[in-house]
């Protein structure tokens, strides 16, 4: 089936310490997103890609890094700059990124700090 | 800049009740609506879409939503809830012009509890 895959599903985060967060996907998608989730807040945008080896700041990028070097994956590095980095993190694709395409979610990474 | 509004951080409903689950976004021109919903720990999945023409929209599930421009309201429905449907929703709102067209604007979510 396709779809996209989040790893690990559970992250610790020890202080000054850059963590990798890997999303994969076997959709055929061009267009991958970022987005970290907080109790009672929704969801914020952190990175996008349209294509790869491009990618735009969302939101909330700071503290936040990304690459697009296959156009299956799309890693997030949450870099100790990012003072507040406990939230539940989720990668979308969607085919194109035009706003009438839905976007489609793996299971997310819960990161924690030590 | 494009804002979403869901009414109620929590609704809570016994089984087989009718629910309403409300949405308004703030800017008038044109654009593209969402509603998803997330299971505890997972990802969030469509429900259901506006795009264009009808303004009623059914999803999966038994859920559908009303699209009402004058009010820039899109508010979900259900006629009579289960068990199963205890989860969070989420309704959101892409621009369909402009540099931003694509970027999914969220609300934060209304928790439907539903009891026995």
């Known amino acids: 089936d396709g779809g996209i895959t989040q790893s690990p599903k559970y992250l610790f985060r020890k202080e000054g310490q850059n963590v990798t967060l890997s999303c994969e996907q076997n959709?055929?998608?061009?267009?991958m997103y970022w987005y970290r989730q907080d109790p009672g807040q929704g969801l914020r945008l952190i990175y996008y890609?349209?294509?790869?080896?491009?990618?735009q700041k969302g939101d909330i990028a700071e503290g936040y890094s990304v690459s697009r070097e296959k156009k299956e994956s799309f890693p997030l590095t949450v870099t100790s700059a990012q003072k507040n980095p406990t939230a539940f993190y989720l990668c979308?694709?969607?085919?194109?990124?035009?706003?009438?395409?839905?976007?489609?979610f793996g299971d997310g990474t819960r990161l924690s700090i030590l | 800049a494009q804002s979403v509004t869901q009414l109620d951080s929590q609704v809570p409903v016994f089984e087989e009740a009718p629910v309403e689950l409300r949405c308004n976004y703030s800017?008038?021109?044109?654009?593209?609506l969402f509603w998803y919903v997330q299971y505890p720990n997972q990802g969030l999945q469509l429900l259901l879409k506006?795009?264009?023409?009808?303004?009623l929209v059914k999803g999966i599930n038994g859920f559908e939503a009303e699209f009402n421009k004058s009010q820039t309201s899109f508010h979900l429905r259900k006629p009579s809830v289960h068990i199963s449907d205890t989860a969070e929703y989420f309704c959101?709102?892409?621009?369909?012009?402009?540099?931003?067209?694509?970027?999914?604007?969220f609300g934060k979510g209304t928790k439907l509890s539903v009891k026995p």
């Open positions: 979308a694709s969607s085919i194109f990124k035009t706003g009438n395409q839905p976007q489609h």
């Open positions: 959709l055929n998608h061009d267009a």
């Open positions: 890609s349209q294509i790869v080896n491009d990618f």
């Open positions: 800017s008038s021109v044109s654009v593209y």
């Open positions: 506006y795009l264009s023409g009808s303004t």
């Open positions: 959101a709102v892409s621009d369909i012009y402009g540099g931003s067209q694509g970027n999914l604007i």
